[in-house]
């Protein structure tokens, strides 16, 4: 559930991503809700969100790639957001943070992506690791967020025998919404540290 996948589309294929470290820029964060999870034969439903980076590797369609991950929306110390934050912007999230993850849309990363094989034997991209970044990256505009917001509605409407909802309202980067992602808080609000780094921009 928590394996970064990134593929290129070109008619219709999904090849993976080139291996190695690429620099990389966040071109959305989508609230999925309420998700049910499955831990050690344990069920609970849990709010995720989904993060997806756009990097500089292209297609064969000439268009840059994307990779998403998932992750449940917790600051806790444990978290697996709280872990991939902290390494990308150099920083751990200290207690009493609050992050607006709107604000992580139009932020650049460094990646880095191997090739695995899943279950059935298909190869996949992943990313093992994440960092500051070495590069600003600016985001193409060919991702579409209105257009993946669709694509996971069809999908859990086809997953529940229910209809199709509509696709929730685009963020604009680096602005709040209705439909963007509530901040997520480790405890109290603080005001940024003096390490804050502009550069990464959370």
């Known amino acids: 559930m928590n394996n970064l996948t990134l593929t290129c589309k070109d008619s219709g294929d999904f090849k993976p991503h080139p291996e190695g470290i690429h620099p990389a820029v966040c071109v959305d964060?989508?609230?999925?809700?309420?998700?049910?999870?499955?831990?050690?034969g344990v069920k609970k439903m849990v709010n995720k969100v989904k993060l997806t980076f756009e990097s500089e590797a292209k297609g064969d369609d000439g268009k840059p790639c994307t990779v998403s991950k998932n992750f449940t929306a917790s600051l806790h110390p444990k978290a697996k957001l709280s872990e991939f934050l902290g390494k990308w912007r150099g920083r751990q999230v200290a207690p009493g943070e609050t992050i607006g993850l709107d604000k992580?849309?139009?932020?650049?990363?460094?990646?880095?992506?191997?090739?695995?094989?899943?279950?059935?034997?298909?190869?996949?991209?992943?990313?093992?690791?994440?960092?500051?970044?070495?590069?600003?990256?600016?985001?193409?505009?060919?991702?579409?967020?209105?257009?993946?917001?669709?694509?996971?509605?069809?999908?859990k409407a086809k997953q529940t025998g229910s209809a199709p909802t509509a696709a929730a309202p685009v963020a604009a980067p680096q602005a709040s919404s209705p439909s963007a992602p509530a901040p997520v808080k480790s405890g109290a609000a603080t005001t940024p540290p003096d390490d804050f780094d502009p550069e990464v921009g959370f």
């Open 104 to 155: 992580l849309i139009g932020a650049s990363c460094t990646l880095v992506i191997s090739h695995q094989q899943n279950l059935s034997g298909k190869t996949y991209a992943a990313i093992d690791a994440v960092s500051k970044p070495t590069k600003k990256v600016t985001p193409s505009g060919n991702y579409d967020p209105a257009a993946a917001r669709q694509r996971y509605a069809d999908w």
């Open 29 to 40: 964060v989508m609230d999925l809700g309420l998700v049910e999870t499955d831990f050690q």
